[in-house]
């Protein structure tokens, strides 16, 4: 069956601007996740969704950033203002449960110019 | 604070054995685990190991954990070419989030 799906694969904006980047996750998973992964660094946890309620968003880095899943399954990242130190690419995941195994989508990449 | 380190090259020749090393200071994790990233792709999840074990084998993959020094091991055995890629090291934290290290980056040498 289809993996996780992330959509664009590539964005670039101009600082200021508003951006939507979107995961289409494994169908039937109810948990998924939104990471962060820098240049030359690991991921990093931003938040995680538990079907439509956001369990822990204890990751986001401040109140720029804010994410949905209204119907428990698609999910889309929402970053305002957006800065030059929001480049990077961002993950999605997701899992049938917490404790089963993510399965990562190809990413996100963001560029603000 | 939660950290896990590993460094961040290695070079090995085709059909050898590569060695990634990883530390980690969280003493309550669950599991640990290696992922796999290459270019353009998704994160793929190599294997994993649960902390009351000491040791999983599976195929080429060797996975050694030394809890007492929180030290974790992969051992890939007669590396190929398609092994190359970079390497993630990473465990769940207390909150059950993982926490992933800045990988390690396997170049495999003809």
């Known amino acids: 069956g289809a993996g996780v799906s992330q959509t664009p694969s590539n964005k670039v904006t101009e600082k200021g601007k508003y951006v939507e980047l979107r995961c289409d996750p494994i169908s039937g998973h109810t948990a998924l996740y939104w990471y962060r992964q820098s240049l030359g660094q690991g991921p990093e946890f931003l938040i995680y969704f538990q079907g439509t309620g956001a369990a822990d968003d204890s990751g986001l880095p401040n109140d720029r950033f804010f994410a949905v899943r209204p119907e428990g399954s698609v999910s889309t990242l929402k970053i305002q203002r957006t800065e030059r130190g929001d480049s990077a690419v961002y993950l999605c995941?997701?899992?049938?449960?917490?404790?089963?195994?993510?399965?990562f989508g190809p990413g996100t990449r963001l560029t603000v110019l | 604070g939660e950290d896990v380190e590993q460094s961040l090259f290695l070079s090995v020749r085709e059909g050898d054995s590569s060695v990634i090393n990883c530390t980690y200071t969280?003493?309550?994790?669950?599991?640990l685990y290696w992922y796999k990233q290459e270019p353009g792709a998704g994160l793929q999840l190599l294997t994993y190991i649960f902390s009351n074990m000491d040791m999983k084998q599976d195929q080429r993959l060797t996975v050694l954990l030394n809890k007492k020094d929180k030290h974790l091991s992969l051992r890939i055995a007669d590396t190929q070419t398609g092994d190359s890629a970079i390497y993630f090291c990473?465990?769940?934290?207390?909150?059950?989030?993982?926490?992933f290290g800045k990988g390690t980056r396997l170049h495999i040498l003809p």
């Open positions: 995941a997701s899992s049938l449960g917490t404790d089963n195994e993510q399965f």
């Open positions: 969280d003493s309550s994790s669950t599991y």
């Open positions: 990473a465990e769940t934290n207390r909150d059950d989030k993982i926490i």
